[in-house]
């Protein structure tokens, strides 16, 4: 017996070719499970047949006619290629052969005489053909064959060689049992062959996808991906490349991207094997990872080790390794086989075993929340354990399906209102916008007194950032009145909302701004907070207070250090990002929005968005106006306007900024067409918004629009007393609106008192100068009073803003990132990369890639190299990656 893939089995089959065709006649039998390209095999010999103009009588038998006698044979002599003459003859012979009773075909016991007269008759015709004609005789899916057929074939086998006759079969290796007297001719008879189709090579796959793939060289260049997916499987490798093909759009086709072709092909091969097999392949479906052989019986109801022999049908045909489906849509494909009803009655028995088995509970939860409600009162409690386990390794999705199975499932009013909290805080993950809707019935839920002060809170946040604080202040009174009855975390998170709310909400939450539960003073935020949370509380506190005073930037940095190393908190990287704004320590801020917006993939779509809009307001700042486009556009991308509430002004502000300063003036006005929050100009994130609308309005001369944006962050500053905690600049954009109608004595005038408060207070100034000059007036230029510096982690200064005259190095070294820049100065003053790691909060793996990347972009030898290039840096802005 050979083992042989298609392709190679053809070439076998040629050899045949040549020796029937001289009057040696061959019988080969092609062997190999469903969809491992049998019957294309089969349909190439065909047709290389028809070329050579001989005579081809072809036949496929079916399990539909195995009580047909002779069916197979009727096929074969009613194929056109027969004279007339032996057609006519075969014919009066196979009617003879049908008249004998079903008993003489009985395949336990030898046909009596006369039928083997028949027989005899009807190869005679036959072999006289065969004098004058080649003949090819093909049929498929012999193990379907009847009776009465197989005889008459067995019969021709044995005295195949003293004709120019070649006779191909081909069976299903899943059913041997079906034709084990031919199987057994073919060992035993010198002119048989038995060759049996293995799975493709890679080398066969590579072929494949040369000859029928529009570009294949990316697929060529990732042969392994294609031969796992498909598992050798001809059928399938085609559906895959039939996908790819309709997907060819899409990149570069160089990994398998299973489509509808796919699963069409994964159900089909389904449907061709038994029914036992067919059940472990719903049970290796529906189970997945925890499916083992024994599980599978039990859930299905196989007899002992059925699941095994079955789980080897199906690693034959190309769907599974060991159990496991090749592909996830494999699996997919396999469970849309079920009928629903089906499904659910599986899903909910598994969790049963899984349960008893000791599972974990997030396998357990994935099939009641696909069953459906059951009534055992371990149910609820796994699945909301293992919501709060998705919930904590990001995968909102996953708690929101667990959290929706574990409502259905609750039957107590209270517990109901808790899940309903939990299940708006996930589904807040995904879409703000999908959770206002639910806000309603959860204060509801909060007047009936159903929540418990934690979910309340909860409540709190949601309606603050929805830009309801009337409402959220409702609530805040319920809770103050049973402030004395919260103790320990309860407190403590009651406290951080209000000073949120009064960071954010200015007016309204005036009498929140005070407050000692969380430890320290507002003086002196540099104190260590006992979480994440609180010491960003601490941080706005201050900011609010008395603005960003010696120690907020400092505790802000370590903050973010903190956070870098766990599960980021968004509400505490919020205040510190905020604080390292505030104070102007951009570059700081720049850095760490970078590396946790790249970090962010994995995290959920509402958090990756408010990065992306915090990114892009520190590049507006900065002046990256790409960068900062393409940050806001990104952040409006991940969440559509209505779902931002009302810091929907951070990503709008930053991108009408990049827009104007761009000269695009069309795209900023856009942003003005979105609808806002009615409450946007309430908060200190709408005062933004204001400046930047101002901004726009000066770039296409309509200073009085302007002016009165600029007034309006006046008043709402001086009537929130911000003056001291926020820094706008609007005083220099005022005057250049002044300036615009005519009134230069008091552009002058306002410029001259905002320099003078400057220079008096501790307010961080915008980096940029802004030179009077482009007011029309040539008395003065505004430049920050100190320079703004870039600090590592730790706080030390790395670099101040000097002037430096450019010259090489310079232009050189803008070639580098903020990360690389910052190793290459440390390494140019003799720090050893451990130092450097040190220094940075980072590992010395990270230094050594760093540096590795500096040389490569300075075209040095080393460290040697690096002191001349790196003394020459200049206050300009290094260029950013973009990244």
């Known amino acids: 017996m050979d083992l042989l893939d298609r392709t190679r089995a053809w070439k076998v089959l040629k050899n045949m070719f040549v020796h029937a065709e001289s009057g040696d006649g061959r019988a080969v039998l092609v062997a190999g499970a469903h969809g491992m390209g049998k019957t294309t095999l089969l349909r190439d010999i065909q047709t290389h047949v028809e070329s050579l103009g001989a005579v081809l009588l072809s036949g496929v038998a079916s399990c539909a006619e195995r009580d047909l006698p002779m069916g197979v044979i009727g096929q074969l002599i009613g194929a056109r290629g027969l004279p007339a003459s032996e057609a006519a003859e075969l014919a009066e012979l196979l009617e003879a052969a049908r008249r004998f009773p079903a008993e003489c075909w009985d395949s336990s016991c030898l046909p009596p005489s006369q039928v083997i007269s028949v027989i005899d008759s009807i190869h005679g015709v036959i072999r006289r053909l065969a004098e004058r004609e080649f003949i090819v005789i093909t049929v498929d899916d012999i193990h379907e064959i009847d009776p009465a057929s197989l005889h008459c074939l067995l019969y021709g086998i044995r005295r195949v060689g003293l004709s120019r006759v070649l006779m191909v079969l081909g069976e299903r290796t899943e059913v041997p049992e079906a034709t084990f007297s031919l199987t057994a001719e073919f060992v035993r008879n010198p002119r048989c062959a038995l060759v049996h189709l293995t799975p493709l090579s890679t080398e066969c796959i590579g072929s494949s996808i040369a000859d029928q793939a529009t570009r294949p060289e990316g697929a060529l260049g990732n042969l392994p991906a294609w031969q796992g997916a498909s598992g050798g499987s001809p059928l399938l490798l085609q559906a895959l490349l039939t996908d790819r093909q309709t997907a060819a759009a899409e990149g570069d086709g160089a990994t398998p991207v299973a489509g509808k072709a796919f699963g069409l092909a994964v159900q089909y091969l389904v449907s061709q094997v038994s029914e036992p097999v067919r059940r472990v392949a719903h049970g290796l479906a529906l189970l997945g990872t925890a499916a083992t052989p024994m599980l599978v019986e039990r859930l299905m109801n196989i007899a002992g080790g059925g699941a095994t022999a079955a789980m080897g049908v199906l690693d034959t045909i190309g769907l599974t390794i060991q159990g496991r489906y090749n592909l996830e849509a494999a699996r997919t494909a396999v469970l849309a086989d079920m009928a629903p009803e089906c499904r659910a009655v599986l899903h909910r028995e598994a969790a049963r075993l899984l349960y008893e088995d000791g599972a974990a509970s997030e396998v357990v939860a994935g099939h009641l929340a696909a069953g459906g409600p059951v009534d055992d009162s371990w149910a609820l409690p796994t699945l909301l354990h293992a919501a709060d386990q998705a919930l904590r390794t990001n995968d909102a999705q996953g708690a929101v399906t667990l959290l929706r199975a574990a409502h259905d499932a609750c039957r107590d009013d209270r517990q109901l209102a808790a899940i309903r909290s939990e299940l708006v805080q996930a589904e807040w993950e995904l879409d703000p916008g999908a959770v206002r809707h ?206 931002w509430g009302i810091a929907l002004c951070i990503p709008l502000a930053a991108k009408v900024l990049a827009c104007t300063a761009q000269g695009d003036q069309e795209s900023a006005a856009e942003c003005f067409r979105i609808p806002l929050p009615e409450t946007m100009f309430e908060t200190v994130p709408g005062l933004h918004y204001l400046l930047a609308r101002g901004r726009y309005h000066l770039s296409v001369g309509r200073y009085q629009a302007a002016l009165g944006d600029f007034y309006a962050c006046r008043d709402l500053m001086a009537a929130w007393n911000l003056n001291a905690s926020v820094s706008l600049g609007w005083q220099v954009y005022a005057a250049k609106a002044l300036t615009g109608l005519g009134h230069q004595g008091e552009a002058d005038q306002l410029l001259e008192a905002w320099h003078s408060k400057q220079k008096m207070g501790n307010q961080p100034l915008y980096e940029q100068a802004v030179p009077l000059e482009r007011f029309g007036s040539t008395r003065m230029t505004v430049r920050p009073t100190q320079p703004v510096k870039q600090r590592s982690r730790s706080g030390t200064v790395l670099r101040d803003a000097p002037h430096i005259k450019e010259g090489l190095g310079t232009r050189r070294v803008e070639v580098l990132s903020r990360a690389e820049q910052r190793v290459a100065m440390l390494a140019s003053r003799g720090c050893t990369n451990r130092e450097i790691a040190e220094e940075l909060f980072v590992t010395t793996s990270t230094v050594e890639q760093h540096l590795t990347r500096t040389y490569q972009k300075l075209e040095v030898r080393g460290r040697s190299d690096l002191p001349l290039i790196m003394g020459l840096l200049t206050s300009g802005k290094p260029a950013r990656s973009g990244t």
């Open 438 to 643: 639910q806000l309603g019935r959860m204060l509801d839920d909060h007047r009936c007194g159903l929540l418990d002060p934690r979910h309340s809170m909860r409540l709190i946040a949601h309606l603050l950032w929805q830009g309801q604080p009337q409402v959220a202040e409702e609530v805040f009174t319920d809770l103050d009145a049973a402030e004395d009855q919260l103790v320990g975390e309860s407190r403590t998170s009651l406290e951080i909302l209000r000073i949120w709310f009064a960071y954010v909400y200015p007016a309204l939450g005036a009498r929140h701004a005070g407050g000692v539960a969380l430890g320290g003073s507002a003086s002196a935020p540099f104190l260590r907070a006992a979480d994440p949370e609180s010491e960003g509380a601490l941080l706005l506190r201050t900011l609010r207070s008395e603005g960003p005073v010696s120690g907020v930037a400092e505790t802000a940095s370590r903050l973010l250090q903190g956070q870098a190393l766990q599960d980021l908190s968004v509400a505490a990287v919020g205040a510190a990002l905020t604080s390292l704004f505030d104070a102007a320590w951009l570059d700081e801020a720049a850095e760490w929005c970078d590396l946790l917006y790249r970090d962010a993939d994995h995290r959920s779509p509402t958090v990756r968005a408010i990065l992306a809009a915090a990114s892009a307001a520190v590049e507006t700042r900065l002046g990256n106006f790409e960068v900062a486009r393409r940050r806001a556009d990104e952040a409006l991308s991940l969440l559509s306007p209505a779902a």
